[in-house]
């Protein structure tokens, strides 16, 4: 038996950012070498997503526990031992092929992903290398730009904010670092002028600021505000947003939760129209319905040069992915690799993308968790983008970490 094949895997129930349970798996090689790896989870989730398998016994975290994919896990091991763990796609095969549903409902996405990455990164370090270099080989690297999600709102905050994420991406700055760093001094800046304003500067799920505001227009003229008290101007640091639409729609109408706002589809394609044009916003994130193709390939015609991004849309499937290519729908892939519950699935998807001309944007959860893989996938795809929420909580600022230390070297 090669030293590089699995001897066991096992896992653990541990706790994501929001305290709800979640998958730890730890994957054993039989020369002792081992990894683990976590899986996050969301708040605002696409109905076409993989199956989060979760206990469902209210007496014991209010039914969100894991005892189930931990199980699931055991089964696993079973079936992968004797597996060099380098053989990602024929690991991921065997996993999915026990599940044996669409969804990954009999296993569960999070049980089959934490194994996915956890032999990924076993592998990694079998052979000595760092994951970004496993995954992506010796080509020269380059670092993504983050998009950071500094005021919250939607299904992330508890405030009267119906969009859901109002980011900064400093896209005209070159370097990495200094990427970040203007994120953060951006961040900094936007607290004391919410502070100024008399506005609380508690913090949302992925950590941005979520005060109670007039509207979505306060918002962007206090982000757009505190980028020039930072020192930057617009060419430099450019706005993205998160619109969340799927959580409106109901009945062919958006009906808005907190504010009471309700808009058809031709005028919310409308209202989008009316804020690129008056605010630099360079990218939007699901504004339409995540079955409603035909109206986000209307949509894509009608603002060019606008990234718009799927993500309940295509749910990290290559299948919904393509089916977008071809009706014309969106331009750019949101890249979740717990919508889909293995990493060969995610790649698959990212080189769909590519191929495509479709930007991949590799991003967290809201429900996020301390391990820093997507770090290293954003670099080993050559993706231009990752979200991983605001400068704040240590589990999104561990993968801006990661990935200084990636343009480091260290």
């Excluded at 090689?29 to 997503?49: C, N, Y």
């Excluded at 889909?340 to 959860?365: C, Q």
């Amino acid at each position: 038996m090669k030293k590089c094949s699995i001897k066991r895997v096992s896992a653990l129930e541990i706790l994501d950012s929001r305290g709800f349970p979640t998958v730890m798996a730890k994957v054993t090689l039989e020369d002792g070498t081992s990894a683990v790896a976590s899986v996050p989870s969301g708040a605002s989730t696409g109905i076409h997503e993989a199956h989060e398998l979760r206990d469902g016994d209210k007496n014991r975290y209010g039914g969100k526990g894991v005892t189930k994919a931990l199980k699931s896990v055991s089964t696993i091991s079973e079936a992968l031992q004797g597996i060099c763990a380098c053989e990602q796609k024929e690991i991921d095969r065997i996993m999915c092929e026990l599940d044996g549903s669409e969804n990954k409902s009999k296993l569960g996405a999070n049980a089959i992903l934490a194994v996915s990455l956890a032999a990924a990164r076993a592998a990694a370090c079998f052979f000595g290398m760092p994951l970004y270099r496993y995954l992506g080989g010796i080509a020269d690297i380059s670092l993504p730009t983050p998009m950071m999600n500094i005021l919250n709102g939607g299904a992330h905050a508890s405030n009267n904010i119906d969009i859901q994420e109002f980011m900064i991406m400093p896209s005209g700055i070159e370097a990495f670092s200094e990427k970040l760093r203007a994120g953060v001094e951006i961040y900094r800046a936007l607290k004391s002028e919410l502070s100024r304003h008399g506005y609380l500067t508690g913090v949302g799920d992925e950590g941005g600021f979520a005060p109670d505001l007039r509207d979505e227009r306060e918002a962007i003229e206090l982000i757009l505000e505190a980028i020039r008290i930072a020192g930057y101007n617009e060419k430099e640091v450019c706005l993205a947003h998160d619109i969340a639409s799927s959580e409106w729609y109901e009945n062919g109408v958006y009906k808005l939760p907190k504010t009471g706002k309700s808009y058809t589809t031709d005028e919310l394609v409308s209202y989008y129209g009316k804020l690129v044009s008056d605010y630099p916003i360079a990218s939007i994130e699901d504004p339409l319905a995540e079955d409603d193709f035909d109206s986000w390939a209307r949509l894509t015609s009608t603002l060019k040069g606008i990234t718009l991004v799927g993500d309940d849309l295509f749910v990290t499937n290559t299948e919904r992915l393509k089916r977008g290519i071809e009706a014309g729908a969106a331009n750019a892939i949101l890249i979740k690799p717990n919508q889909i519950g293995t990493l060969s699935e995610t790649l698959d998807a990212i080189r769909t993308a590519k191929h495509a001309h479709y930007r991949a944007i590799i991003s967290h959860r809201s429900g996020d968790v301390d391990d820093t893989f997507i770090a290293d996938l954003a670099v080993a795809t050559g993706a231009g983008y990752i979200k991983t929420g605001a400068p704040c909580r240590m589990e999104r600022v561990n993968k801006y970490n990661r990935l200084l230390r990636i343009e480091a070297g260290i």
